[in-house]
C-alpha cells in the first residue's frame, strides 16, 4: 500500500510540482503564481485516499490537479473530523 509520502513523490515525478491549499471562502490558492480558484474550475488528474486502519484522525487525501493559470500540483487535505473548515469546503466539491 503507497503511502502519502510516497504517493507524493510519485506525483512529483509526473509533474505535479506546485502545491494548492485550502483558503477562505472554500477556494483553492495556487501556491506557485497565488492566483485563487473555485475548486471546481480545476482539473483532476487523480485522487488517492488514505485511511488509517484504526484512527480516523490517519484519513487524508491527496488530489493532482491541473488549475487554469497552467500549474499542475498537489493539494493534500485531511478529512472526516480533523479536516479544517477551508479543507472541508473544497474536498466537497472536488470529490464529488
Known amino acids: 500500500m503507497e503511502t502519502l509520502p510516497e504517493a507524493i513523490e510519485r506525483l512529483r515525478a509526473k ?15 495556487c501556491e506557485q503564481c497565488g492566483s485563487e480558484f473555485d475548486p471546481a474550475a480545476l482539473h483532476i488528474d487523480e485522487i488517492v485516499r488514505f485511511e488509517g486502519t484504526s484512527d480516523p484522525g490517519d484519513e487524508s487525501i491527496l488530489f493532482a490537479l491541473s488549475g487554469p493559470c497552467g500549474h499542475a500540483g498537489l493539494y493534500s487535505a485531511a478529512y472526516g473530523p480533523n479536516a ?3 479543507d472541508a469546503a473544497v474536498v466537497a466539491v472536488l470529490h464529488r
Open 15 to 29: 509533474g505535479f510540482l506546485s502545491d494548492f491549499s485550502a483558503v477562505a471562502g472554500g477556494q483553492l490558492r
Open 84 to 86: 479544517t473548515p477551508e
